[in-house]
Nanobody, 122 residues
Framework: QVQLVESGGGLVQAGGSLRLSCAAS????????MGWYRQAPGKQRELVAS???????NHAGSVRGRFTISRENAKNTVYLQMNSLKPEDTAVYYC????????????????WGQGTQVTVSS
């Protein structure tokens, strides 16, 4: 089993910054894709940013240039640096690890964190 624990959410004024962290623990053989998703009230969950174990990143257009995803493979930890925050960034942010193998010949599974609230006031 794999657990993802997020931290770093909170309340911030528009224009401010927050840094989210997500640490994965458990029996991990390989964990290529890690990402951050968010879900605002009444909206579908959306991918904010993702990163592979080789460092290839992808950022949604709405956050490109403001948010940066990074990763420390040795610590199984992914970060999301969020700058120039806007009220529309308000959401619950979820960390995800997808296609995780707990053994070499196992079946890949997806794992999710419990979510952390980010609230941006205007």
């Amino acid at each position: 089993q794999v657990q993802l624990v997020e931290s770093g959410g909170g309340l911030v004024q528009a224009g401010g910054s927050l840094r989210l962290s997500c640490a994965a623990s458990g029996s991990i053989f390989s964990m290529n894709f890690m990402g951050w998703y968010r879900q605002a009230p009444g909206k579908q969950r959306e991918l904010v940013a993702s990163i592979t174990s080789s460092g290839f990143t992808n950022h949604a257009g709405s956050v490109r240039g403001r948010f940066t995803i990074s990763r420390e493979n040795a610590k199984n930890t992914v970060y999301l640096q969020m700058n120039s925050l806007k009220p529309e960034d308000t959401a619950v942010y979820y960390c995800a690890a997808r296609g995780v193998l707990t053994t070499r010949w196992g079946v890949p599974n997806d794992y999710w964190g419990q979510g952390t609230q980010v609230t941006v006031s205007s």
